[in-house]
């Protein structure tokens, strides 16, 4: 897969939603507390401390799932603001008791803030593939523009 500025672009496809989801406490709220949803908290934390990134430690993770320093640096800022809250809970507390903590706003804030950065990043890197000639599906050529009525 080609991609600008990450080695890992299909790491970066479960980053990017992990951080999105602890940015909404309405989804938070509406999946992670719905029993018959797949993904909660649990799940979240394992893609970015575990799986496809470490928020407690995530220089290694630059040019890989992580496009900039700036992303590095915040994707810092959340797992300190996450520990923050693990901490004062427990690692075992349920998902109700960490989103009722008092320090889980700080989450929430830090992974919106991260949530922009990631986002916007990606959209340049998607324009630097569009310019670079790269059509999805990959096998398109560049169409072109369909001439105006009466203009034959």
Same mark, same amino acid.
């Given at each position: ?10 790491? @970066? ?15 938070? @709220? /509406? ?10 908290? /649990? ?7 575990? /799986?496809?990134? $470490? ?21 810092? @800022? ?42 916007? $990043? /990606? ?28 203009? @034959?």
């Amino acid at each position: 897969m080609i991609d600008h500025g990450v080695a890992l672009p299909s790491y @970066r496809l479960h980053v990017v939603p992990a951080v999105v989801a602890l940015a909404s406490p309405a989804w938070q @709220r /509406d999946v992670w507390l719905d029993p018959d949803q797949h993904e909660d908290l /649990d799940h979240v934390v394992h893609v970015l401390f575990d /799986d496809f990134c $470490n928020a407690d430690d995530p220089q290694p993770w630059l040019g890989q799932s992580l496009r900039t320093e700036q992303e590095v640096e915040l994707m810092a @800022r959340l797992g300190t603001a996450y520990g923050a809250v693990q901490d004062a809970v427990g690692a075992g507390a349920r998902d109700e008791e960490y989103l009722a903590a008092p320090g889980w706003a700080a989450v929430v804030t830090a992974a919106a803030g991260l949530a922009q950065v990631l986002v916007a $990043n /990606d959209h340049v890197a998607l324009s630097k593939l569009h310019e670079a000639g790269y059509r999805w599906p990959l096998d398109t050529e560049p169409s072109s523009p369909e001439p105006e009525e009466g203009a @034959r």
